[in-house]
């Protein structure tokens, strides 16, 4: 029962995450683009220049701003990671008995099962 919770649960996240991959686009674009006009702000040296590429900072930073909704889905997407992690997750079964003789294969075969954890 547990398994087909999750299972349900990352349908849902995947969902989520499908229907806000187009503002997650945007926002990286956005967030690029500012990073791109910020680095170009630095390099101007003329007062215009400057003031042409802090307009132009201002129309992407709204842009990015109407996108916050591709949190949503970055949650989602880590929400569907964690589920991943839990379904696939091995229980260890090794059991090695542990004996009061001091045979080497049987301390090796500790060790590499201790290795192999």
């Known amino acids: 029962m547990k398994k087909f919770l999750l299972f349900i649960a990352g349908l849902v996240a995947l969902g989520i995450l499908l ?11 956005s967030v690029w683009l500012l990073y791109v006009v910020f680095k170009q702000f630095m390099k101007s040296d003329s007062t215009f220049g400057k003031i042409a590429w802090i307009a132009l900072g ?16 970055l949650a989602a997407a880590y929400v569907l990671y964690v589920i991943y992690k839990k379904m696939t997750k091995r229980k260890d079964d090794t059991v090695i008995e542990s004996s009061s003789t001091s045979d ?8 590499w099962a201790e290795l192999n954890k």
């Open 58 to 73: 201002l129309v992407i930073l709204s842009i990015a701003v109407s996108n916050i909704f591709a949190v949503i889905g």
């Open 104 to 111: 080497p294969f049987t301390n090796f075969e500790r060790q």
């Open 19 to 29: 229907a806000n991959l187009g503002p997650m686009v945007l926002l990286g674009v």
